[in-house]
């Protein structure tokens, strides 16, 4: 091997060391300050799925079809997932109660289903349920036409 090369292998592997060393004193000598500071961790929002919802779609009053849905409930904490998931029979009993007692039809003439009643509607029946300190909203994700 010639010299010009080891002189540059060993510039190469100095300038790594240094590197390295800038970073572990960097790292170090700001830890007292960051651990004085007090870190606040901000609460990460979760969401649990609610799929496979039937809602019946009725016409002058008579019942025409079923539509599926699938929503998730928006958490305001990741953490409470395992206690939606505990109650989530609960939660789907209620929701299709609340579905199959009240018209999901529009009011305003325009033919459709109305996704923004449904959406509050399931947020109250959520709110319920879980309370409101860990439910933030629910979104309807998907309405599929039933092939009956």
């Known amino acids: 091997m010639s010299s010009k090369k080891i002189i540059i292998i060993a510039f190469v592997f100095i300038f ?51 539509m599926y849905m699938d929503a998730k409930i928006v958490l305001k904490d990741r953490a409470d997932s395992d206690r939606v998931f505990a109650e989530l029979p609960f939660f789907r009993d209620k929701v299709f109660r609340e579905l199959h007692s009240k018209k999901v039809m529009r009011d305003d003439g325009v033919p459709g289903i109305d996704i923004r009643a449904i959406k509050e509607r399931l947020h109250e029946q959520a709110v319920e349920l879980y309370g409101n300190d860990i439910v933030d909203g629910v979104l309807v994700t998907k309405m599929i036409l039933s092939s009956n």
Request: glycine content about 12%; aromatic content about 12%.
């Open 16 to 66: 790594l060391l240094a590197g390295a060393g800038a970073s572990v004193f960097l790292v170090l000598g700001n830890f007292e300050q960051l651990s004085e500071e007090g870190i606040t961790f901000t609460k990460v929002p979760g969401y649990v799925a609610l799929d496979g919802v039937s809602v019946p779609v009725s016409r002058n009053r008579q019942f025409s079809h079923y």
